[in-house]
């Protein structure tokens, strides 16, 4: 039986290239939200109300991001809702709104906000003590859970006003949208729940919240951006061809307007391109056949008795973006043999029982983890070792490459099936083989000679 991954005949090819263009026409659709190697992939927001006050309740929000591998990165995520009466925000700690709003009906106090749709974010680091609570000011970055459960949790508190004071007045709000900071997440209704319980420093008392509802937030990939943002290239040691990123994979180059690519040879690059910044400004990419920000190589380095080597490079050809916090996600089934991995950190994906053929990597703090903007240092690899299992290795039949690969939690685009490396034929593999054992037979009868 034949494996699906690469037909061997020319039917089999036209299969192929028919099933790929019905996948790459499928691939971004508004099932993506499911992820198959993230299956129960949100980001939960965790609304406490901690005590009553005179016309309205204190209330800490907290976001969990449950996504194994998909993080948010600087400028950060946006937290807006909509009130379900005419509710305002008399003060926050540890986040802000974007706006103040008409206050004019109020005399005296001001409130923070009197938006009937107020917009939140969280305050950068280096914000004061007092406006501080715990896990805010970051800046709106939440690290993946798989990479730093630590830092992929976000609070701010705020204090409401003009609202109910029991279980029986308050109104849940409506509406909550993510941005991070564009689309992407589709976020559902606010759900009550059991009240949250805390407990204090010493472990002696537990104390819970009057009332608490849950949001979730989902994540889809069509909905982030209709074209991919990454590609994948292949290499191997025993085929001197290199598959290239699919042409046109992220767009192509527009020859009416010069602008939409830059050439790395130009002698004018450095008044084009602007220092990366922290602001969503569009992607301004290195001009390529791809045209993609991101290109992830996998190279088969080497085979050993019981070993083999793969070469994994990362290059960023994005002029105005710094890649902070970056991973891979990468498919192979040797994955469940693992000897070594250098340089990047790792760790197993093993959503199914059973299946380990998952593996995700991101760079070492402060050495590697940071991709810098398209040049002559944006990119970052590592070497894979991975042991033989005699039971299914191969480099036959593209086995050695990879399934899928994401990075930053996107799914990158593959070349088609019937362009990967191939092994030199039968008789090539032969007279290789012959070459080998004929010089290792030199070799011995010219040390018999020296010592004779």
């Known amino acids: 039986m034949k494996p699906l991954w690469l037909p061997t ?5 036209v299969v192929a290239t028919l099933l790929l263009l019905l996948f790459s026409c499928t691939t971004f659709t508004s099932t993506e939200a499911y992820d198959a ?35 948010i990165q600087a400028p950060g995520w946006t937290l807006g809702w909509t009130w379900a009466k005419r509710e305002v ?27 009937k749709d107020p917009t939140v974010v969280d305050l950068l680091p280096g914000a004061p003590y007092n406006q501080q609570v715990a896990n805010c000011c970051k800046g709106g970055v939440l690290n993946a859970w798989a990479q730093d459960p630590e830092t992929a949790v976000a ?32 976020c559902g209704p606010a759900k009550i729940v059991r009240p949250t319980k805390f407990s204090t420093n010493d472990k002696r008392r537990t ?23 990454c590609c994948v290239s292949l290499s191997s040691f025993y085929n001197n ?51 993609c920000p991101i290109r992830v ?55 199914y029982e059973g299946l380990n053929d998952t593996g995700m990597l991101w760079g070492v703090k402060f050495y590697n983890d940071l991709l810098v903007s398209a040049g002559a240092v944006g990119n970052v690899q590592s070497e894979l070792l991975f042991r033989k299992d005699k039971s299914s290795f191969t480099f036959d039949k593209g086995w050695a490459f990879p399934r899928r690969i994401y990075f930053n939690g996107d799914n ?34 010219l040390v018999l000679s020296f010592t004779c």
Request: hydrophobic share 30%; net charge positive; aromatic share 12%.
């Open 155 to 186: 609070s701010f508190q705020l204090i409401v006003g003009s609202a109910g004071t029991t279980n029986k007045t308050v109104r849940v709000p409506k509406n909550f949208t993510l941005r991070v900071p564009g689309p992407g997440y589709t």
């Open 412 to 445: 990158c685009v593959m070349p088609p099936p019937d362009a990967y490396p191939w092994l030199p034929n039968a008789s090539s593999t032969l007279v290789l083989s012959l070459l080998s054992s004929l010089t290792r037979i030199l070799a011995s009868f």
């Open 89 to 115: 925000i008399w003060n926050m700690l540890g986040g802000q709104t974007t706006e103040q709003g008409d206050c004019s009906r109020f005399k005296g106090s001001i409130p923070h906000c009197c938006k």
């Open 207 to 229: 104390t819970q919240a009057m009332m608490t509802w849950n949001v979730t937030c989902t994540y889809s990939q069509f909905l982030a951006q209709k074209t991919p943002t």
């Open 9 to 13: 005949s020319t039917s089999g090819s």
């Open 297 to 351: 190589h996998w190279h088969v380095k080497l085979q050993y008795k019981e070993y083999w080597r793969i070469k994994i490079t990362v290059t960023n050809f994005n002029y105005r973006m710094n890649y902070s916090q970056w991973n891979l996600v990468v498919q192979h089934p040797n994955f469940d043999n693992v000897t070594q991995v250098f340089s990047f950190n790792y760790k197993p994906l093993t959503p």
């Open 37 to 71: 190697l993230d299956p129960t992939a949100n980001i939960t927001i965790k609304w406490d109300v901690i005590t009553w006050t005179g016309d309205g309740y204190i209330a800490v929000v907290t976001m969990y991001n449950f996504q194994q591998y998909r993080h």
């Open 241 to 291: 061809t290199i598959v290239n990123c699919p042409t046109c994979t992220c767009g192509c180059q527009n020859k009416t307007e010069p602008g939409s690519c830059v050439d790395p040879k130009s002698p004018h690059l450095a008044s084009v391109v602007s220092p990366p910044s922290r602001a969503l400004n569009p992607p301004l990419v290195q001009c390529t056949s791809h045209m």
